[in-house]
């Protein structure tokens, strides 16, 4: 069955701290990888999309890892901030990257405190 | 640009009444997708199109209906509201079938 888990299930940092999010999945065939940032009442935005060529990629203070043979992927926050408290989803796509057979992980949620 | 926009945001209904959720995206995209966020499980498609005039089902496309008369909208009909379709409902949009999806606000329906 194709799947997608995500740890912590929750977390809290201290503002300026580093974390990482963890993200296994067993879909297969396996064509892209996505990690959204889902703020509290509010729909999810992307951070990166990635294909299982790419290793890694960065947006700003986020950096996604990708190790397609382990299927496993990373989300790492550095030095984080008060606005990166949200849910953090990790989104597979299995059928040549396409929208409609996404599978969508429960999120990590993410509290960044003062 | 508003990008993907949701009408309402909010929304009681009684069982078996009816209501109309209303996506409006101004980026141009080909392809409109709706879907549901239950506590505990993941985003579920529930409808999805691939360009005006075409509308395709989901993974719970089971008591909802959608029209894509334009291409910039695409509603969500609930026919008969059951408590079962109390959910969190965002609408998402994309150029291209692979391409990133754009989500819009969400609008939260409780059905009694």
């Known amino acids: 069955k194709n799947q997608v888990e995500q740890s912590p299930q929750s977390l809290i940092i201290l503002e300026g701290k580093n974390c990482t999010l963890q993200?296994?999945?067993?879909?297969?065939?396996?064509?892209?990888l996505r990690w959204y940032k889902q703020d509290t009442g509010r729909g999810p935005v992307s951070l990166t999309i990635?294909?299982?060529s790419e290793n890694t990629k960065s947006n700003g203070r986020y950096t996604a890892t990708l190790d397609a043979d382990t299927k496993q992927s990373s989300l790492h926050i550095t030095a984080s901030q008060l606005s990166d408290s949200a849910s953090y989803i990790c989104v597979v796509s299995g059928n040549a990257g396409n929208n409609r057979k996404l599978i969508w992980g429960l999120g990590t949620s993410l509290a960044v405190n003062p | 640009n508003a990008g993907v926009t949701q009408t309402p945001k909010f929304r009681v209904l009684k069982t078996g009444q009816s209501m109309t959720l209303l996506c409006a995206q101004d980026m141009n995209h080909e392809y409109m997708y709706w879907y549901r966020q239950d506590p505990g499980m993941g985003l579920r498609l529930i409808h999805y199109?691939?360009?005006?005039?075409?509308?395709a089902k989901g993974e719970v496309p089971d008591g909802y209906n959608v029209s894509r008369l334009k291409k910039q909208n695409f509603l969500l009909g609930l026919e008969s509201a059951a408590p079962s379709q109390t959910s969190v409902y965002f609408c998402?949009?994309?150029?291209?079938?692979?391409?990133?999806?754009?989500f819009g606000p969400g609008t939260r329906l409780t059905v009694l």
């Open positions: 993200c296994n999945y067993t879909v297969s065939p396996f064509s892209n």
């Open positions: 998402a949009s994309s150029y291209w079938q692979n391409n990133e999806q754009f």
């Open positions: 199109s691939v360009g005006e005039g075409t509308t």
């Open positions: 990635m294909t299982f």
